[in-house]
């Protein structure tokens, strides 16, 4: 078994959640008393909010980056970024290592194209929406058309990632807001809904819509047991 590196803590609770699947994905394949292997690097995410909201990227890519580099010296086999916004910077950090970033939008990506979905909504935090890192990266690599709300409901989605469910607070009236705007997304052709915020998989799942949900967070970790085991 390979050791898997996870930089987390954008936010702990979704990090929480990786680790937790990982683990359970290995003991619903290899059985007994298997786990995984892993090291977790948890970052302080007050810090990166506040470098993400002012637009200093770069220095987000610093702390990352040595975050990613400690990840490495302990042995780690391939690493994980535990959030999809900060794949912005994976660029910045994959040449300051020598172990492979598994990028959280091809592992997506790849699910969409074997399920043939040609054209899938987006949730996210307003960076993943409105940015190309990570639209681009789905639709140039991939062929698949990718569709964003409108800038009213990324202005909801993003106040209640940040404001709610990275403080592990659940609130049913966000729920109902999260399914209207994704209803809309459905209005627009869209086939399925990517769940891009590895937070949002804690407040929608495919319980609450028949729309088909892809959950990045899941999605990621299945990706990590993939090459764990291969």
């Not at 172990?99 to 997506?108: G, N, R, S, Y």
Request: net charge negative.
């Amino acid at each position: 078994m390979k050791t898997i590196g996870l930089l987390g803590g954008m936010s702990w609770e979704s990090t929480a959640l990786y680790y937790k699947q990982i683990n359970e994905e290995i003991k619903n394949r290899l059985g007994s008393l298997h786990s995984a292997k892993v090291i977790i690097y948890s970052v302080d995410f007050d810090e990166i909010e506040k470098l993400q909201h002012t637009e200093q990227w770069n220095k987000t890519a610093d702390i990352l980056t040595t975050a990613a580099q400690n990840i490495e010296k302990a042995s780690a086999d391939f690493l994980l970024i535990c959030t999809n916004t900060m794949h912005k910077v994976v660029p910045q950090i994959q040449i300051k290592i020598n172990i492979p970033i598994i990028h959280i939008a091809d592992a997506t990506a790849k699910v969409l194209q074997k399920d043939n979905i040609k054209k899938v909504g987006l949730l996210g935090t307003a960076f993943t929406m409105k940015e190309d890192f990570y639209k681009n990266r789905i639709s140039e690599n991939f062929g698949i058309e990718v569709l964003v709300p409108n800038e009213e409901d990324i202005k909801i989605i993003h106040k209640v990632i940040y404001e709610e469910l990275c403080l592990g607070i659940i609130k049913e009236e966000s729920r109902k807001k999260y399914l209207k705007i994704i209803g809309k997304l459905v209005s627009n052709g869209a086939e399925a809904i990517i769940l891009g915020c590895t937070e949002i998989c804690m407040l929608i799942s495919s319980n609450d819509t028949d729309v088909k949900l892809y959950d990045t967070t899941k999605i990621h970790a299945i990706e990590a047991v993939n090459l764990a085991l291969d």
